[in-house]
């Protein structure tokens, strides 16, 4: 029992793994290109103390995998969430789900604008913390379980949480509970997924880094074997996905 990654999402789980339109126009209501110098500036001290927030999370499953497009196609930050993140993209993580992993009854809330301290000190209250973007949302599905003494599916949701920093880079934070299983409400799976520009502004590439820590609320004596098993299994999952990611990315239009 693991975590299936975090991408983004739309709002059915009725999803073909066809190829839609692309868009390579961000959608995001702050896009870099009309922001003010000290906006910008604000973006890049906010991402600069988010940065290494993922550092916390003890285990890696991918470091500095890079994203590409295709040929002339410059995969930046607000393109990557037009295509992978936003409710309507059309390589969503629901997408994802459906189609690679075979998860079924998927069903994903859209994405909503999180009011904090942060936004108010700032001046953000519709989500943004100043020019942060936070939005949350919620995916319950329906997963299939490879274990001995459990079902061959199990209920499962997970609570995400997305700040995007303009075209700097985005971070998605997922936390996945499992039911149905035995010994799966002992624990739960957090990871962190961090997509930045591979160099600079100028670069048509991307960075992704995962890395995740199983959780545990209850003692239990299998522990050990929970862990080793979920940290093989996440680690495998999020290969696969970071190799649907780059295949998807190089297939976007210009």
Same mark, same amino acid.
């Given at each position: 029992?693991?975590?299936?990654?975090?991408?983004?999402?739309?709002?059915?789980?009725?999803?073909? /793994?066809?190829?839609?339109? +692309?868009?390579?126009?961000?959608? @995001?209501?702050?896009?870099?290109?009309?922001? #003010?110098?000290?906006?910008?500036?604000?973006?890049?001290?906010? *991402?600069?103390?988010?940065?290494?927030? =993922?550092?916390?999370?003890? !285990?890696?499953?991918?470091?500095?995998?890079?994203?590409?497009?295709?040929?002339?196609?410059?995969?930046?930050?607000?393109?990557?969430?037009?295509?992978? =993140?936003?409710? %309507?993209?059309?390589?969503?993580?629901?997408?994802?789900? &459906?189609?690679?992993?075979?998860?079924? %009854?998927? $069903?994903?809330?859209? *994405?909503?604008?999180?009011? +904090?301290?942060? %936004?108010?000190? +700032?001046?953000?209250? @519709?989500?943004?913390?100043?020019?942060?973007?936070?939005?949350?949302?919620?995916?319950?599905?329906?997963?299939? &379980?490879?274990?001995?003494?459990?079902?061959?599916?199990? $209920?499962?949701?997970?609570?995400?949480?997305?700040?995007?920093?303009? +075209?700097?880079?985005?971070?998605?934070?997922?936390?996945?509970?499992?039911? /149905?299983?035995?010994?799966?409400?002992?624990?739960?799976?957090? @990871?962190?997924?961090? =997509?930045?520009? $591979?160099? @600079?502004?100028?670069?048509?590439?991307?960075?992704?880094?995962?890395?995740?820590?199983?959780?545990?609320?209850?003692?239990?004596?299998?522990?050990?074997?929970?862990?080793?098993?979920?940290?093989?299994? =996440?680690? $495998?999952?999020?290969?696969?996905?970071? !190799? *649907?990611?780059?295949?998807?990315?190089? #297939?976007?239009?210009?």
């Amino acid at each position: 029992t693991s975590s299936s990654g975090s991408l983004g999402g739309r709002d059915s789980a009725l999803l073909t /793994d066809a190829s839609p339109p +692309n868009s390579t126009s961000s959608g @995001d209501d702050e896009a870099s290109s009309v922001l #003010s110098l000290e906006e910008e500036k604000r973006l890049q001290v906010e *991402w600069s103390k988010a940065y290494h927030e =993922i550092d916390a999370y003890p !285990d890696v499953a991918a470091k500095d995998k890079e994203l590409s497009g295709a040929d002339e196609v410059k995969l930046d930050v607000d393109t990557y969430f037009s295509n992978f =993140i936003q409710d %309507d993209a059309p390589y969503s993580l629901p997408n994802y789900m &459906v189609n690679v992993v075979g998860d079924t %009854d998927v $069903k994903a809330t859209k *994405w909503t604008d999180e009011d +904090n301290e942060a %936004d108010n000190s +700032n001046g953000g209250g @519709d989500g943004s913390c100043g020019t942060v973007t936070v939005k949350t949302r919620t995916i319950e599905y329906v997963h299939p &379980v490879n274990a001995p003494m459990a079902p061959p599916t199990a $209920k499962a949701r997970k609570e995400q949480k997305l700040r995007k920093y303009g +075209n700097h880079g985005l971070i998605i934070e997922t936390e996945t509970y499992v039911k /149905d299983v035995p010994m799966t409400d002992c624990f739960y799976i957090k @990871d962190i997924l961090r =997509i930045e520009r $591979k160099d @600079d502004e100028s670069s048509s590439s991307l960075l992704l880094n995962f890395r995740f820590e199983v959780v545990f609320v209850k003692s239990t004596y299998f522990q050990s074997m929970i862990t080793r098993t979920s940290r093989s299994e =996440i680690k $495998k999952e999020v290969a696969i996905l970071v !190799d *649907w990611l780059n295949k998807k990315a190089l #297939s976007l239009d210009r």
